[in-house]
């Protein structure tokens, strides 16, 4: 039996609307923490605009005449308009692939997870949800590199692994014409491809994280072992029997 148009009208805009779901949805909570700042920034911005135009209003009013009716209507407007203004402006920075090598070492995390956000929805079933994985992942690198010295040989490791393997892998199936994703080449489809390179990248980003962390356990571990010599040894040196 044919689809009618108004069926095919229907599952179209049902998968618009799916697609749109895919790229708001947050694959990790670093991402989600930089959309956070931003929005208070912009309101915080709102606010003081807002005050600043609330004082004007009352020294004009103290100052120089009563507002009246038309006064406030016109302070009101303005309020609104400061709203309106700072509530779109200035819009959030989506990152760009050719600025995640540039970033900021303690922002790499986030910022790549925004980049794999909106590149989400165009890509088949199996990598969002490796894509999905990979955003977990970073969320545990993450604090690891607010306090990793961007000048180590470890920091340029993971800058390349994150800010360039990764989404140059997605940036080149995607310049793979739709058509031809599913179409071996070498023994492997482009969509294989993809997902075996995805795995990979989940698994070395996890490795590098729980190398970090296992480099300040040792640390932990350390200091844990020189308190014990510090403390338990005065308690014992205390309780010696004094000698004759």
Known sequence: MAMSETDQTIMLGSAAIERSRERRR??????????????????????????????????????????GFTGVMAVTLLLIGVAVLFGKWPPFPEPRQADLPKADL?????????????????????????????????????PQLQTLDAATPAAANIRKLVGEDLPELVAGYQRIPAGLRGEAH???????????????????????????????????????????????????????????
Request: net charge positive.
């Open 106 to 142: 303690r922002q790499l995390a986030g910022r790549t997870e925004i980049w794999l956000e909106a590149q989400r929805p165009a890509l088949p079933a199996p990598a969002r949800q490796l894509v999905d994985g990979i955003g977990v992942q970073l969320d545990l690198l993450a």
């Open 26 to 67: 947050p694959i990790g909570t670093k991402s989600l923490a930089l959309r956070r700042q931003h929005l208070f920034k912009k309101i915080g911005r709102m606010f003081m605009a807002g005050g600043a135009v609330l004082i004007a209003a009352a020294i004009f009013g103290a100052v120089i005449q009563p507002l």
């Open 186 to 244: 070498g023994g492997r489809t482009p969509d294989d491809t993809l997902l075996g390179g995805l795995r990979m990248l989940e698994r070395e980003i996890g490795d590098a994280a729980r190398s970090l962390a296992a480099g300040e356990i040792d640390k932990l571990a350390t200091r844990e072992r020189y308190l014990q010599l510090k403390y338990e040894g005065l308690e014992s040196d205390d309780g010696a029997a004094p000698t004759s």
